[in-house]
T-cell receptor
Framework: AQSVTQPDIHITVSEGASLELRCNYSYGATPYLFWYVQSPGQGLQLLLKYFSGDTLVQGIKGFEAEFKRSQSSFNLRKPSVHWSDAAEYFCAVGAIGGGADGLTFGKGTHLIIQP | EAGVTQSPTHLIKTRGQQATLRCSPISGHTSVYWYQQALGLGLQFLLWYDEGEERNRGNFPPRFSGRQFPNYSSELNVNALELEDSALYLC???????????FGDGTRLSIL
């Protein structure tokens, strides 16, 4: 069965500092990977996706993620965080468009930005 | 372009009642997915509709059901509500099964 692990429940970063959120997955076939962000009281916004090809993918709001098959990881990075980046971040795995089983999500990482 | 819209924003019910949640996908999207985001349980896949048919469901009891209409909008029905059904219910749509899912802002269902 597929699964996603986000080891960090909470992360605190100073504004302007760099950020890396970890994501490890388990999936039987070639994975399709996503990062979503959720602000309080809102739905999920797609930050970026990996389907195939270049293992370093660029997303919106200055985020990027790197797919490392050997480590089963898809970590999210940002060189300099802004206070508006404070939110819950979810890594997800599945077939493109979810397929038969929908997307499998990690438990999320709560990002706190210190002034 | 309008995103995925869900209604109502909040819904308060009592145990044993029935709830109906609605979702309008992005124009042109034919696949609709429903997820439950309950406190402590994370996001869990509920149902997938495509071209008017239920294609798959997650590990939820039969009292969770729904349908997709000819215009691709969808309803989620929850019968015999229980306290543990309190959650944020998120709807997502995709252009086809080979495209990413885009989410609405959800319906907060509270069971008293």
């Amino acid at each position: 069965a597929q699964s996603v692990t986000q080891p960090d429940i909470h992360i605190t970063v100073s504004e302007g500092a760099s950020l890396e959120l970890r994501c490890n997955y388990s999936y039987g076939a070639t994975p399709y990977l996503f990062w979503y962000v959720q602000s309080p009281g809102q739905g999920l916004q797609l930050l970026l996706k990996y389907f195939s090809g270049d293992t370093l993918v660029q997303g919106i709001k200055g985020f990027e993620a790197e797919f490392k098959r050997s480590q089963s990881s898809f970590n999210l990075r940002k060189p300099s965080v802004h206070w508006s980046d404070a939110a819950e971040y979810f890594c997800a795995v599945g077939a493109i468009g979810g397929g038969a089983d929908g997307l499998t999500f990690g438990k999320g990482t709560h990002l706190i930005i210190q002034p | 372009e309008a995103g995925v819209t869900q209604s109502p924003t909040h819904l308060i019910k009592t145990r044993g009642q029935q709830a109906t949640l609605r979702c309008s996908p992005i124009s042109g999207h034919t696949s609709v997915y429903w997820y439950q985001q309950a406190l402590g349980l994370g996001l869990q896949f509920l149902l997938w509709y495509d071209e008017g048919e239920e294609r798959n469901r997650g590990n939820f009891p039969p009292r969770f059901s729904g349908r997709q209409f000819p215009n691709y909008s969808s309803e989620l029905n929850v019968n015999a509500l229980e306290l543990e059904d309190s959650a944020l219910y998120l709807c997502a749509s995709s252009l086809t099964i080979n495209q990413p899912q885009h989410f609405g802002d959800g319906t907060r269902l509270s069971i008293l």
